[in-house]
Each structure stands twice: as structure tokens, then as C-alpha cells.
Antibody
Framework: EVQLVQSGAEVKKPGESLKISCQGS????????IGWVRQKPGRGLEWMGI????????KYGPSFQGQVTISADKSTNTAYLQWASLEASDTAIYYC???????????????WGQGTQVTVSS | SSVLTQDPAVSVTLGQRVRITCQGD??????ATWYQKRPGQAPVLLVY???NRPSGIPDRFSGSSSGNTASLTISGAQAEDEADYYC????????????FGGGTKLTVL
């Protein structure tokens, strides 16, 4: 059974750093892209970026380039999303998702983590 | 980057058909993917490619496309279909990237 299990909720202060995780199981972790999606309170889904754990090729959405770092550890089947210095505006739920469909014309994330709530407040 | 536009809210009477649309230039080149998002739950993949559904997704959900507009149709809406629906597509401006529409809140009356 394919599963993506994310780390637990975090409460941080502005300026602090943070690294959240997403551990995959039940499939070949290195063979599928893993993406990250943000949902701010009361807002829609935003695509942040994606990593291919096989070679750590990473792409970021324009709004997130330079704001976060996506990484992966093949030895533990885990992808990460990290911030060097959090802001209150980073308060959101963050989801990881496996890109199970990846063709020239179509992409789809077929399995999702349960989400990690990140709250940044002084 | 590309923009996908959705109506913020749509309503449907229980058992009736409803169409949720998504407009954007990227849709002329790439297929839309549709997700259902319920409060407190992770998104669920509904439809991708040329109207493909993952196993477990009821066949009342279907997708179609014409020009720069993609549509998700629910034939015979059920109470449990009340949720937010998001379209998603490859970003035509940035190869490997993706973009989401703003989402449509579906109310089942």
C-alpha cells in the first residue's frame, strides 16, 4: 500500500528555522517525483515545488524559489521542506504528494500525505 | 507563470448534474487534472488526462476539454460531493512546474 506520512504540527516564532518531512512507503521512492503544496487558512491550493529523489533534481514554483528548500534522503525514503527564517505568512497546511502520472500531456498526484500544520506566531 | 481561472462557487441540487470549469492558456496544450478537497482532509485525485479516473473514484465524475477550457462534470451529485474542487495543469511557461486554479466551492442543495 502506497503511503506518504508527514511529520506533526509545528508552532514556531518568526525568524526561526523549520524542516518538515514526508516519508514514503509501499513503492519505489526514488522513481517518482514528490511535490509540495501549500494551503493557507481559507485559501486555495498552491503548488510549491517538486523533487525527484532518484537524483535530487528539484524545481520550484516562481513564488517559492529562494523562499524554501526541498530535499530528499533516499536512504530513509523521506522528502523534506525547509525554511531558514519563517514569517507569519508561512502559516499554512503543507501537503506532500507523489506525482504518479507524468506524461507529456498530463500530470497527476495520486497519493498525498495527511498534511502538516505550520503555525508561525510571536 | 500560467493562470487557471475557476468560478469561486457553484451549487447543484441533489441528484442533478453540475459542471465545474477551469480556463487557462496552458489547457490548450496540456490536460487538466482535477482534485477534490474536503475541509480537514488531503486532496483526492479525481480525474486526469483524457478523462481517466483512479480506482475507487465513482464514474459520476468525468472530465472534458475544449480549447482553453477544461470541465469537471458530476452526473448525479451526492451530498458527499460538497467540497472544494481544484483544477491543475502543467505550467506552459515553466516546463516541469504545475499550477492550480483558485478552486470552486461546490454546494449540494
Amino acid at each position: 500500500e502506497v503511503q506518504l506520512v508527514q511529520s506533526g504540527a509545528e508552532v514556531k516564532k518568526p525568524g526561526e528555522s523549520l524542516k518538515i518531512s514526508c516519508q514514503g512507503s509501499g513503492y519505489s521512492f526514488i522513481s517518482y517525483w514528490i511535490g509540495w503544496v501549500r494551503q493557507k487558512p481559507g485559501r486555495g491550493l498552491e503548488w510549491m515545488g517538486i523533487i525527484y529523489p532518484g537524483d535530487s533534481d528539484t524545481k520550484y514554483g516562481p513564488s517559492f524559489q529562494g523562499q524554501v528548500t526541498i530535499s530528499a534522503d533516499k536512504s530513509t525514503n523521506t522528502a523534506y521542506l525547509q525554511w531558514a527564517s519563517l514569517e507569519a505568512s508561512d502559516t499554512a497546511i503543507y501537503y506532500c504528494a507523489r506525482r504518479g502520472v507524468d506524461s507529456i500531456s498530463s500530470r497527476a498526484s495520486d497519493f498525498w500525505g495527511q498534511g502538516t500544520q505550520v503555525t508561525v506566531s510571536s | 507563470s500560467s493562470v487557471l481561472t475557476q468560478d469561486p462557487a457553484v451549487s447543484v441540487t441533489l441528484g442533478q448534474r453540475v459542471r465545474i470549469t477551469c480556463q487557462g492558456d496552458s489547457l490548450r496544450s496540456f490536460s487538466a487534472t482535477w482534485y477534490q478537497k474536503r475541509p480537514g482532509q488531503a486532496p483526492v485525485l479525481l480525474v486526469y488526462g483524457k478523462n481517466n479516473r483512479p480506482s475507487g473514484i465513482p464514474d459520476r465524475f468525468s472530465g472534458s476539454s475544449s480549447g482553453n477550457t477544461a470541465s469537471l462534470t458530476i452526473s448525479g451529485a451526492q451530498a458527499e460531493d460538497e467540497a472544494d474542487y481544484y483544477c491543475n495543469c502543467r505550467d506552459s511557461s515553466y516546463g516541469l512546474l504545475e499550477v492550480f486554479g483558485g478552486g470552486t466551492k461546490l454546494t449540494v442543495l
